[in-house]
């Protein structure tokens, strides 16, 4: 995976006003937490962290006063409408530590012939991986799978070095018959018993 270096500015002033000027000087307020140390606040330029978040579970070295701190996005808000950066928390983590993430999940390959749907019960997958390795994506071969097929989260293959931090049993996409099949299908077999 790779990393992204970006520079935050320590914030000395909060609430909202503070949190408004900040983003009328294009920048996004953000807080830095783990380890047990006090939470960080900061701000980052917003363009460089609207690019760097484009990656799922990316890696951050944020330059904070001259230190290097190593984070990942734990949560981030966004405007509804607009979709502009409001706020950011990160988690603080160090090489060789181990954390849990939601990645997405990425499908491959074509159902069996026929009306069939895909279902995605779930559209990320919570694992655990060390920190500064951590998937972008976990993909799965839905091909030939035909209605009644699921996939558990055992089934999925992960990369080296992740584990599952969910059930083994968990449905994670199944397939179904199309509906609009089954209700033709009982419309003429309800037309047949009315002549009946």
């Known amino acids: 995976m790779a990393e992204v270096k970006l520079t935050a500015q320590v914030r000395t002033e909060f609430g909202k006003g503070a949190a408004r000027q900040a983003r009328r000087d294009n920048l996004v307020p953000a807080v830095i937490y783990g380890h047990g140390a006090e939470p960080k606040h900061v701000a980052i330029h917003n363009h460089a962290l609207m690019m ?8 951050i070295r944020l330059d904070v006063d001259g230190k290097d701190e190593l984070v990942i996005p734990k949560a981030v808000q966004r405007e509804a409408i607009r979709g502009f950066l409001v706020h950011v928390d990160f988690l603080a983590v160090k090489k060789g530590e181990k954390v849990t993430v939601e990645v997405p999940i990425v499908t491959e390959g074509d159902l069996a012939p026929g009306a069939n749907l ?10 655990e991986a060390e920190a ?26 992960l990369p080296a070095g992740t584990s599952l931090a969910v059930e083994d049993d968990a449905v994670v996409l199944q397939v179904v018959a199309a509906q609009a099949e089954a209700a033709a299908e009982s419309a003429e077999g309800e037309g047949a018993s009315a002549e009946g």
């Open 118 to 127: 895909l279902e995605h019960l779930m559209n990320s997958l919570s694992v």
């Open 52 to 59: 760097a978040l484009k990656t799922p579970n990316v890696l």
């Open 132 to 157: 500064t390795h951590l998937p972008e994506s976990v993909t799965v071969s839905i091909a030939g799978l035909t209605a009644g097929d699921s996939v558990q989260a055992k089934d999925v293959v």
